[in-house]
């Protein structure tokens, strides 16, 4: 069996004779190369001799010349270890106007387990924008969302108290010898496979409470939960299963094994779970909104908030939504220069709400095409989802309904009858209430509405959806035009629904 070691900024695999002595090519590993590798090496691709994964990094300047070439076309395949935010490196630079192409690692449950992460998640490095500037919009057209993984495992989650500190996501120590983020190695499968590389004690802040394991179709198109025999299977050959990216650095949670209530059958949906761009100050990954950033406030670590105040630096690039599909466009906030683009946690299936916390994660493929809406300021984002997927009362009038409108206007006495179409305003919070008062604000503020005409046009054209308990919500309407062309989105708006 390979030996499969991470450490911060590579991902060594080792052959079976060095992996029979984890211990002793631990000491050997931390004492004559890690030190080396941090910030030095990333891996770029096979190499020779037992650190098959390992390549020497272009030079810090390099990396930036190159980054800053404009592309029409940008490839993305590199990820940061849990964090969004200003300090980290770019992955490219694309042409407003262009296309982002991303083959992205399972988020959730694979960095939950690897101790290694600051965050929940492993998402892309940021990708400046072209002509992204902090008060503009970037759009975000979803034209391709594609599963690569033929399984995963999950669940609801159960914390192992003694292996981090104020959040089992972000501060993580091993419970034995107290390294803080320790390198870890992974020993043979179950909920004990995951290793410190120091002491070789269970590194991971996470099991499952309840977990299973699905098993995809050819097509991805189904799912089919397995028993204890396939989830072996699937666990002892984790990785191909989970299809990693290259340069992924968790443990793929496979690796756990879970298997119960198999034999259950469920359509599948991929959706991009974390998207948005990047916020002006650090945060992790997974706690980029209003519900997850709670675990922030007051917390004794490097990313620890103040209060409640400090959590507005957020983009809610987690939302979590299954309308974030194929078909859907984005508008997001931009925060920094060139906006800081980013992607990850992408999902074969999910109910509205996420109600386990934790779904089908997956290794998968996206396709975007981006453009930058000049002087758009917004307060979260805002999602132009398929028709098919918005409530009735809130889809594009048809020529019948304007028509039957009219007439009714006319025989009222009403002068004229408001052209309007659907947006749907992203909100976070504590909870579901607080999240949905996030939204009549910031709809509010962008419409030049009161709290009262959006409560109202909401009932009247609209609604609100959970996304994900505790606290992420859609607030739908229909939007006068006037006051879209006012915002600048008038446009987008009329190109998404036609």
Same mark, same amino acid.
């Given at each position: ?322 309308? /974030?599909?194929?078909?859907?466009? +984005?508008?997001?906030?931009? &925060?920094? @220069?060139? $906006? =800081? %683009? ?129 606290? /992420?919500?859609?607030?739908?309407? +229909?939007?006068?035009?006037? &006051?879209? @062309?006012? $915002? =600048? %989105? ?9």
């Amino acid at each position: 069996m390979v030996q499969r070691v991470v450490v911060e900024r590579a991902v060594l695999e080792l052959p079976p004779a060095e992996g029979d002595a984890v211990a002793q090519v631990g000491v050997g590993i931390r004492a004559g190369v890690v030190s080396h590798l941090r910030g030095a090496v990333e891996p770029v691709g096979p190499a020779g001799g037992p650190c098959a994964r390992v390549g020497f990094m272009r030079p810090a300047a390099e990396r930036e010349r190159m980054s800053q070439q404009i592309q029409e076309e940008l490839e993305v395949d590199a990820f940061t270890l849990g964090l969004v935010g200003p300090e980290q490196e770019w992955a490219g630079t694309v042409a407003d106007g262009g296309t982002v192409r991303t083959h992205t690692p399972p988020a959730c449950w694979g960095p939950m387990i690897t101790p290694e992460f600051r965050g929940g998640h492993e998402v892309t490095r940021p990708i400046r924008v072209e002509n992204a500037e902090p008060g503009d919009a970037l759009v975000v057209h979803i034209e391709d969302v594609e599963v690569t993984s033929a399984a995963t495992s999950t669940g609801s989650m159960a914390e192992r108290a003694d292996a981090f500190g104020d959040d089992p996501f972000v501060d993580h120590v091993c419970p034995e010898c107290g390294t803080e983020w320790p390198e870890s190695v992974v020993e043979g499968t179950g909920e004990d496979a995951v290793r410190c590389a120091e002491c070789g004690a269970n590194a991971s802040s996470f099991g499952f409470e309840y977990g299973y394991t699905v098993a995809f179709d050819d097509d991805r198109s189904v799912g089919v939960t397995v028993g204890e025999e396939g989830a072996g299977m699937l666990a002892d050959d984790a990785d191909a299963a989970m299809a990693l990216p290259e340069h992924s650095r968790q443990h793929p949670i496979l690796l756990y094994g879970p298997d119960e209530m198999p034999g259950t059958l469920g359509r599948l949906r991929p959706f991009i779970g974390n998207i948005g761009t990047t916020p002006a100050r650090e945060f992790p990954d997974s706690h980029n909104a209003g519900d997850f950033g709670q675990f922030l406030i007051g917390a004794d670590h490097d990313w620890g908030l103040p209060d409640e105040a400090a959590l507005e630096a957020r983009t809610d690039g987690h939302m979590d939504s299954n309308e /974030v599909r194929p078909g859907a466009t +984005l508008v997001c906030p931009v &925060r920094v @220069e060139g $906006a =800081g %683009l980013y992607v990850g946690d992408l999902h074969a299936n999910q109910g509205d709400g996420e109600l386990s916390l934790h779904t089908t994660d997956v290794s998968g493929r996206t396709e975007l095409r981006v453009e930058v809406i000049k002087d758009c300021e917004l307060g979260g984002p805002l999602l132009l989802p398929n028709e098919s997927d918005l409530p009735h009362i809130a889809k594009p009038y048809t020529d019948a309904e304007r028509a039957a409108g009219g007439e009714v206007a006319e025989r009222y006495g009403v002068d004229e009858l408001h052209d309007a179409a659907p947006i749907q305003v992203i909100g976070s919070g504590a909870t579901v209430n607080e999240a949905t008062e996030t939204a009549f604000e910031r709809a509010g503020t962008l419409l030049d509405m009161t709290e009262g005409e959006v409560r109202s046009r909401c009932t009247f054209t609209g609604g609100v959806e959970i996304a994900r308990l505790p606290g /992420v919500v859609q607030l739908s309407m +229909l939007a006068p035009l006037d &006051r879209l @062309e006012a $915002a =600048g %989105l008038a446009d987008v708006v009329r190109e998404q629904y036609a």
